[in-house]
């Protein structure tokens, strides 16, 4: 698969912007010493405004090699600065033009008279930068307990968003019997809120690059509240099916959005375990709502008040996120801090990077649509990983029905009580989280042993584990629940295995993806998000045809065989992943064996690796997990 000229430039970009870590490769990016001059807190006197403007004017056209190894931190929150903007939402102005579009037509008449004024200084003198690596008004420099809470109001954000995908699911026979359809258009409800996560992050991704993260989370959180509010008022089939679409398209927000918080806030050594964490919330939403949901429909509330509960959760995430959230995304932080120096100083050339951009709709739709397509259909790695990961959240959704199928079709339970038995389930997932999260000191030595440099397939033994769970906790559901004859505890713990597998595969085989394809990763993701989203939308459909026309125990059998065979994915890519990604146009590659390379001061830099990608801080490719 041939590269496109906007994902030439893209990939110049970064190297552009990190030279040092794409040293062997060709490269069309300007030496190091001649990246833009930071003005930062060694650069720059703090004792007033005028002796900063002063000097400012001074530090055109020098060498900005010592500016690399005195600031490596501040030089890499900036590239990662410049590959967000590139990879999501199009140019930055650092390369060629300061737009994305030009326009033929010839320029207007200034008016009154008056000629055209001579061109400004340079405008770089006159943007906004943070005051050094250490500059508390960055969101990774924040107090800790500043961070908690609002990792904490995130978490719940995100809750909230997957509790109201499956919250639906016990409502979905009384619907039936309402509105006198059959128990699949039903289903619908869950599969069109579903469907919403697979389009919403088309929108909320670029949004969040363009405007900072808190205007999605708000908007977000409000517009699933209002179409909530909508479904729970609804008074024909079509309306709450159309609003559930919306409530899942502005629910998907935070789901695209908050891991890009964390990676705002967090460095290398704990943004795993954050991530880790509200990977959590995001898996266990959907296990938790359906008890809740049952016990609410057969109550005299009726079906309508599980989506008032969804709304009145959806407000108070919206309330939290609007009065106590502050904005992380740094490019957005220097706009804000650009707009009070303007005010201030009454100087009105002042002004941030971000404020320089314009997006070409055209480059928009290619970055956000075009490219993710080509790698999922284009990558063999992002293709099979893909392929596999959608069945995983399919399983996810296609559970909604067939453990009720089992626990009320044959234990004969009540809604609310059979929605305990997802507990199974939840207990496998936290599981899962505690194991990957205890696998991180072996990680950091080997990352430290082998120069910072991460090998992808470091991630691949969890998901080979963890698919051989998730098989053998499909097996274990349908051959111990068919019957009736064995205790219901026993279909129960199966989902411990279920669990921990499909915990264990989605968040390391997402990881995969950002190690292996860096700089495109967060297309990867999109792709990938898109994919599986269908899946999930789609296998509830004929979930119940299959386990009432097969029986449960040849439907869990089918499932588990599908399962037991994808599990040969990764342990292929575990072997052969470095020969894929030699041959990609996307994956970045390094020369194997290479000798160390050494810059201008003569420090010896990280040795190439055959198959490494080196991770910076905060860039997109994390953002996207």
Known sequence: MTLT???????????????????????????????????????????????????ARRVS?????????RHPTELS????????????????????????????????????????????????????????PDDPMHAMNWPFKKKFWTAAMLGYTSLVAAFGSSIFSSATSTIAKIYHVNLTVGILGVSFY????????????????????????VIGMFGMAIFSIATATAKDLQTILITRFFGGFFGACPLAVVAAVFSDMFDNRTRGIAITLFSMTVFTGPMMAPFIGGFITTSYLGWRWTEYIVAFMAFLAFGLDLLFMNETYPPQILVKKASELRRRTLNWGIHAKQEEIEIDFKELISKNFS???????????????????????????????????????????TPGVSGLTFFGMITGQILAGITILLQQPWYMRKLNANNGVPIPEWRLPSVIAGGVAFSAGLFWFGWSGYSGHVHWIVPTLSGILSGFGLASIFLQALNYLVDSYLMFAASAIAGNTFLRSIAGAGFPLFSTYMFKGMGIQWASTLLGCVAAA?????????YYGHRIRAKSSYAPKFAPGGPAVEDESGDESEKEQPSGVPRKDGDAATNAV
């Open 77 to 132: 929150r900036i590239q990662t600065q410049r590959s967000q903007h590139t990879n999501t939402v199009g140019r930055s102005g650092t390369r060629g033009s300061r737009t994305s579009r030009r326009s033929e037509k010839p320029l207007p008449p200034f008016g009154a008279g008056k000629p055209y004024p001579p061109q400004l200084p340079d405008p770089d003198e006159y943007v906004v930068e943070f005051d050094g």
């Open 566 to 574: 994808l599990v040969p994915i990764p342990i292929i890519f575990l």
């Open 371 to 413: 490219r993710p397509m080509r790698l999922v259909f284009g990558e063999p790695i992002v293709f099979l990983l893909s392929i596999y990961m959608a069945f995983i959240y399919g399983i996810l959704y296609l559970f909604l029905t067939a453990y009720p199928i089992v626990f009320q079709g044959v234990y004969h339970m």
């Open 61 to 69: 056209g020098v060498s900005t090699q010592h500016d690399l190894e």
């Open 5 to 55: 000229e906007a994902d030439r430039e893209i990939a110049a970009a970064e190297i552009d912007a990190s030279p040092k870590e794409f040293a062997g490769q060709e490269s069309l990016a300007r030496r190091s010493d001649e990246v833009e001059r930071v003005l930062s807190a060694s650069s720059v006197s703090t004792t007033s405004l005028e002796e900063r403007q002063r000097r």
């Open 194 to 217: 579903v469907l919403g996560f697979a389009f919403g992050p088309t929108l909320w991704a670029p949004l969040s690059e363009l405007k900072g993260r808190k205007l999605p989370l």
